[in-house]
C-alpha cells in the first residue's frame, strides 16, 4: 500500500515536471557545425529529419525565442518557428483552429 502510494507520487511529480516543459525546435547540424536546411525538392537532406527537437521549461520560452531569432528570421526560420508552434499544440490542435477560422 505504501509502495503504491509512493509510486502514484512519482507519477504525479514526472506528469507534472512534464507540464511544465515545452517541445522546441532546432535544425540538426552537420559535421562542421553548420545547420543541415533542406535546399529544395532535391536536396539530399530532404529525406532526412533535419529538426530536432529539445524540450525548453515554459518560463523559459521567452528566452527561447530571443536567442534562435537570428535562426527564425534566416533562411529556413520560417519552417523552424512553425514546426516549434506545431509541436507546442500539436496537429489536432492547428487543426481544429484552422478548421474554425474557415468558417
Known amino acids: 500500500n505504501n509502495s503504491k502510494s509512493l509510486e502514484l507520487i512519482k507519477k504525479e511529480v514526472t506528469i507534472h515536471?512534464?507540464?511544465?516543459?515545452?517541445?522546441?525546435?532546432?535544425?540538426?547540424?552537420?559535421d562542421n557545425g553548420d545547420p543541415r536546411?533542406?535546399?529544395?525538392?532535391?536536396?539530399?537532406?530532404?529525406?532526412?529529419n533535419v529538426i530536432a527537437t529539445s524540450f525548453t521549461n515554459i518560463d523559459d520560452l521567452k528566452f527561447y525565442i530571443k536567442s534562435n531569432l537570428r535562426h527564425?528570421?534566416?533562411?529556413?526560420?520560417?519552417?523552424?518557428?512553425?514546426?516549434?508552434?506545431?509541436?507546442?499544440?500539436?496537429?489536432?490542435?492547428?487543426?481544429?483552429?484552422?478548421?474554425?477560422?474557415?468558417?
Open 17 to 30: 515536471r512534464r507540464l511544465q516543459l515545452c517541445p522546441t525546435c532546432r535544425w540538426e547540424v552537420d
Open 37 to 48: 536546411i533542406p535546399l529544395g525538392e532535391n536536396s539530399s537532406t530532404n529525406n532526412e
Open 72 to 103: 527564425f528570421l534566416g533562411r529556413g526560420g520560417c519552417v523552424l518557428f512553425l514546426e516549434t508552434i506545431l509541436r507546442i499544440h500539436g496537429k489536432n490542435t492547428i487543426a481544429r483552429t484552422l478548421k474554425k477560422k474557415r468558417k
